[in-house]
């Protein structure tokens, strides 16, 4: 059994990682009642969020076009990183602003499960049933998950509000940090911006097991236990789940288990200090022999995430003789779940940019 499909997204680093994006958003999804198809498009969707880094339009060789949604930034060039682009991906997807405060710069602050969060939750909750409503609710969860990984940090360039001093990690010594530094600003293009999100604290904010200390650019110091965070994360994300069962019933399969009963599997899997591979095959294991107390059915067994399964199963690709990609759309393009994707990724960010935040006077479209 594999817990992950190796692909080129598996070295990236922003938000939570695969970890809780796909493996822990799939485990609460069939706790709260959702079926496996049901559960694996929502934590799909969830995880999706940090790989779908392709704005161009694909131009089908038998008709039309189809333009996506850039929801993440690894390929962006270093150039690239402007306020525009922040504006456009890091708020809306992954910094979403917390409102807390009276200055605007510290009021686009992330703050954990936010009023503004809740009012994003609400309108999904009062939402039709369109086509791709799993898909943008798993958006969703990825981005209220991240108010509490990304919490007192904004997605834009501030020296001051992002700035972390005397970082220290439990377990890490200061060489092996500058060590880890040094791989980030190869590896991943937004640690290029040192003073944008969390990039001075690394990925150590993403890893549920981190233990870490830092002052902030006002001297006030955090002591900061990422399980205590996570399990928070999970049991808020878990009760948007159940609330939106409740709203949509026909959508469950069956009844959500009390959250007492998988919070200590849930806390147990937070506390495993592997590398990412082996913390997605623990869940991915757990989720299998039933230790999470549902299941198996379906995707239960053979649990993996593969960053281009919705998009080979909505289009072909084919090289021209000059070496030019060819795209042509498959049967069924239209109810493809990649298509569906973009299209939520599209509702969620206008209505972040342009309805929620203007309800609270943050004007950021």
Known sequence: MRGIERNESNGRIGAMEMDFHFFTIYALARSAGFKSDHAHTIAYASQHTDDAKYEH???????????????????????????EVCYQIWVPFHFLPGDAGVEFYERMLTRPGSTVAQRLLDDILASERKPYLLHRLGIFLHTYADTWSHQNFLGLERDDLNDVKNLKVA???????ESIFEKLKQDVLEYLAPTLGHTQAGNVPDEPYREWKYKNYYGKGFHIFNVERALDAARSCYQALTKFLGQFPALSSAGALPWHEIAGKVGELFQNKSDLDLR???????????QMGFGPEGRDSNLIYDDREWFRQAVTVEKSKEGKDLYTRNPGFE????????????????????????EHGMICG
């Open 280 to 290: 997605c095959r623990a869940w991915a294991s757990a989720i299998a022999q039933s």
């Open 57 to 83: 339009a694909l131009e089908f060789e038998n008709g039309g076009r189809f333009h996506q949604v850039l929801t993440a930034h690894k390929y962006l060039h270093p150039n690239s990183l402007t306020k």
């Open 171 to 177: 377990g890490l010594s200061s060489n092996s940090l």
């Open 335 to 358: 109810t493809s779940h990649w298509k569906y994707f973009h299209d939520a990724a599209a509702f969620h960010s206008f209505t972040v940019l342009h309805e929620v935040l203007p």
